[in-house]
């Protein structure tokens, strides 16, 4: 099993959902590049749960220890090693899962992968609980990135039917997507939290979930980043976005709409502006050959529902041999785009990172 990746800066992430604890190795990271642990905790409190009643209401604070690799604030060249101590897990509540399968979670699938020895509690390794560390690493990549003038940001382009206005895709201002990590359901429009609220607080009262699309921007990208082919930027952000659990779909710019453009219509045409080689559209997403072209980085993430849901559901029991009806039991998020967002951040700034420091 492979739970390592990153070429320059290298993240392993360790531990079960209902285990003593969840944490991370990172390796990498430059002798002397300031670990920011006020900064570190807002980030992972925005991940959280058991905020509200949108999410779970697991009371998990994430409050992390580190264990070895940090000097007086700042990384000592040696590898960092975070523990995330697990402090809430009702692991009866998932006795039954033992053999009943969960449709559309990972439960059949790593039972047979890993030879039925995975802890099944909570989802053992295959949790969303694992992306604490991810974010761990993002707000270390984040405070690193702010410093070369590369901000990420994000916000919640849908969740079930409802929407929110797009990012521009020539670029938003630093200030746009600092807000937007102060909101509980990051928008564009204001207006529109309610309503994505609304849509979650639906979905939970008919014991069922709804997903959604995160999109994604991060401005002050040198031109020149990247590779063609297998280690495209694309390619590298893609990798890692899609092992953050739930992540089923990743498009680019203009995405699968630049299949109903013209050629006219779908290159970005290039001009100066002050001294600086610009485009007047950014249908590519600011990546083209693989390599950043100086426009911002654009993308939006699909997140499908929670798979974990009370509503009776057909599955089997593999130790009876027969078809089944599932009642799930315990705590389970009807939505997980709102605590999904700081994670897709995250991963994004660790990759742009180690791809800058090639």
Same mark, same amino acid.
């Given at each position: 099993?492979?739970?390592?990746?990153?070429?320059?800066?290298?993240?392993?992430?360790?531990?079960?959902?209902?285990?003593?604890?969840?944490?991370?190795?990172?390796?990498?990271?430059?002798?002397?590049?300031?670990?920011?642990?006020?900064?570190?905790?807002?980030?992972?409190?925005?991940?959280?749960?058991?905020?509200?009643?949108?999410?779970?209401?697991?009371?998990?604070? +994430?409050?992390?220890?580190?264990?070895?690799?940090?000097?007086?604030?700042?990384?000592?060249?040696?590898?960092?090693?975070?523990?995330?101590?697990?402090? +809430?897990?009702?692991?009866? +509540?998932?006795?039954?899962?033992?053999?009943?399968?969960?449709?559309?979670?990972?439960?059949?699938?790593?039972?047979?992968?890993?030879?039925?020895?995975?802890?099944?509690?909570?989802?053992?390794?295959?949790?969303?609980?694992?992306?604490?560390?991810?974010?761990?690493?993002?707000?270390?990549?984040?405070?690193?990135?702010?410093?070369?003038?590369?901000?990420?940001?994000?916000?919640?382009?849908?969740?079930?039917?409802?929407?929110?206005?797009?990012?521009?895709?020539?670029?938003?201002?630093?200030?746009?997507?600092?807000?937007?990590?102060?909101?509980?359901?990051?928008?564009?429009?204001?207006?529109?939290?309610?309503?994505?609220?609304?849509?979650?607080?639906?979905?939970?009262?008919?014991?069922?979930?709804?997903?959604?699309?995160?999109?994604?921007?991060?401005?002050?990208?040198?031109?020149?980043?990247?590779?063609?082919?297998?280690?495209?930027?694309?390619?590298?952000?893609?990798?890692?976005?899609?092992?953050?659990?739930?992540?089923?779909?990743?498009?680019?710019?203009?995405?699968?709409?630049?299949?109903?453009?013209?050629?006219?219509?779908?290159?970005?045409?290039?001009?100066?502006?002050?001294?600086?080689?610009?485009?007047?559209?950014?249908?590519?997403?600011?990546?083209?050959?693989?390599?950043?072209?100086?426009?911002?980085?654009?993308?939006?993430?699909?997140?499908?529902?929670?798979?974990?849901?009370?509503?009776?559901?057909?599955?089997? +029991?593999?130790?009876?041999?027969?078809?089944?009806?599932?009642?799930?039991?315990?705590?389970?998020?009807?939505?997980?785009?709102?605590?999904?967002?700081?994670?897709?951040?995250?991963?994004?700034?660790?990759?742009?990172?180690?791809?800058?420091?090639?």
């Amino acid at each position: 099993m492979g739970a390592t990746y990153g070429r320059n800066i290298r993240m392993t992430i360790f531990g079960e959902s209902h285990g003593k604890g969840i944490g991370l190795v990172l390796d990498g990271l430059p002798p002397g590049t300031p670990i920011d642990e006020a900064f570190i905790k807002e980030e992972m409190a925005r991940r959280a749960p058991g905020q509200n009643l949108m999410s779970t209401q697991r009371q998990e604070k +994430d409050a992390f220890i580190i264990e070895s690799g940090v000097f007086e604030g700042r990384a000592a060249g040696t590898p960092v090693c975070v523990l995330i101590p697990n402090s +809430d897990q009702h692991s009866k +509540d998932y006795s039954i899962l033992k053999n009943q399968m969960r449709p559309g979670h990972a439960d059949y699938a790593g039972k047979i992968r890993y030879q039925g020895f995975n802890d099944y509690r909570g989802g053992g390794h295959f949790s969303g609980r694992l992306t604490a560390p991810l974010v761990f690493t993002g707000a270390v990549a984040k405070t690193i990135l702010a410093k070369k003038g590369i901000i990420v940001g994000a916000h919640i382009a849908r969740i079930g039917q409802v929407t929110d206005s797009l990012f521009n895709p020539l670029g938003e201002t630093e200030a746009c997507l600092r807000e937007l990590r102060k909101q509980v359901l990051p928008v564009l429009e204001p207006n529109k939290a309610a309503m994505l609220e609304a849509e979650i607080m639906t979905a939970r009262e008919q014991q069922d979930s709804v997903g959604g699309v995160i999109e994604v921007m991060a401005t002050g990208m040198p031109p020149g980043i990247g590779d063609p082919f297998f280690d495209s930027l694309e390619s590298r952000l893609s990798h890692a976005l899609f092992s953050v659990p739930a992540v089923k779909g990743v498009e680019f710019g203009t995405g699968f709409g630049i299949a109903a453009l013209k050629g006219s219509e779908a290159n970005d045409p290039m001009t100066f502006a002050g001294g600086t080689v610009k485009t007047t559209r950014n249908h590519n997403g600011g990546i083209t050959g693989g390599i950043t072209n100086g426009m911002p980085v654009l993308f939006r993430v699909a997140i499908k529902p929670t798979p974990s849901i009370s509503r009776p559901q057909q599955t089997v +029991d593999l130790v009876a041999g027969k078809d089944t009806v599932l009642e799930i039991k315990g705590r389970h998020d009807p939505c997980i785009v709102p605590r999904a967002v700081p994670v897709i951040e995250a991963v994004t700034a660790w990759v742009l990172l180690d791809m800058l420091l090639e």
